[in-house]
C-alpha cells in the first residue's frame, strides 16, 4: 500500500493534532523535548519554534497532521549540512508515512534550501526502527558515533547517517 502522506508549513490550527503526538511518551522518547503535558507549554513552543523555522512541516495523512519532520540549516562552515528529524504519532507507525515524508523532503528540500548539499540524521543506535526509515529512504550510514550527546540525561551512542544532493532517489 502507497500512503497518501503530503507534507505542509505547521499553523497554530494545528495545535491539538501536535499536542497529540507531542503528549505521547513512546513519540518524545527519542525527540529532544519532554512530553508535553500542557498545551499552552505546546502553543509557546510552535510559536517560537515550529512556526518561524526555515524548514519545518507537517507530516500529514489524508490531509490530517500526524507528525512533523523538519530539515534545521547549519551556519558558518557547516552552512552545506542541514539535520534531519521527524516524529510521527503512535498509532500510524508501521505503515510507511515517516518514510514516504523522508522522501518527499528529498525531492524538495535541496531547492527550497539552496546552500545545503547534504542532509545528516543522527539517530539513537537503540532507535532501530528510524535506522530502518533512513535506509529505505537512500541514506548512507556514515558509521556509529561513541557517547556522541546527553540525551535526557544520558550519555548515548549515535549512529550517523547522511544522504548527498546528488544521490540517486530509487
Known amino acids: 500500500m502507497n500512503p497518501e502522506v503530503t507534507l505542509r508549513p505547521f499553523d497554530l490550527a494545528d495545535l491539538d493534532d501536535f499536542y497529540?503526538?507531542?503528549?505521547?511518551?513512546?513519540?518524545?522518547?527519542?525527540?529532544?523535548?519532554d512530553t508535553y503535558t500542557n498545551k499552552e507549554d505546546l502553543l509557546n513552543f510552535m510559536k517560537r519554534f515550529v512556526l518561524p523555522h526555515p524548514w519545518m512541516r507537517a507530516i500529514c495523512y489524508y490531509g490530517r497532521p500526524v507528525g512533523a519532520i523538519v530539515v534545521t540549516p547549519h551556519r558558518g562552515e557547516a552552512q552545506c549540512r542541514g539535520e534531519l528529524g521527524y516524529m510521527l504519532a503512535t498509532q500510524y507507525w508501521g505503515k510507511g508515512i515517516v518514510t514516504k515524508a523522508v522522501q518527499l523532503v528529498l525531492r524538495t528540500v535541496f531547492e527550497d534550501l539552496k546552500d545545503i548539499e547534504r542532509i545528516e540524521a543522527l539517530v539513537n543506535l537503540e532507535n532501530v526502527r528510524s535506522q530502518r526509515v533512513l535506509e529505505k529512504s537512500g541514506f548512507t550510514k556514515d558509521g556509529v558515533l561513541r557517547k556522541y550527546l546527553i540525551h535526557?540525561?544520558?550519555?548515548?551512542?549515535?549512529?550517523?547517517?547522511?544522504?548527498?544532493?546528488?544521490?540517486?532517489?530509487?
Not at 497529540?20 to 523535548?33: E, G, M, Q, R, T
Not at 535526557?152 to 530509487?170: A, M, N, Q, R
Open 152 to 170: 535526557k540525561g544520558k550519555v548515548k551512542d549515535i549512529v550517523l547517517y547522511s544522504f548527498i544532493s546528488t544521490d540517486p532517489l530509487e
Open 20 to 33: 497529540a503526538w507531542a503528549s505521547d511518551d513512546l513519540v518524545s522518547v527519542w525527540c529532544c523535548f
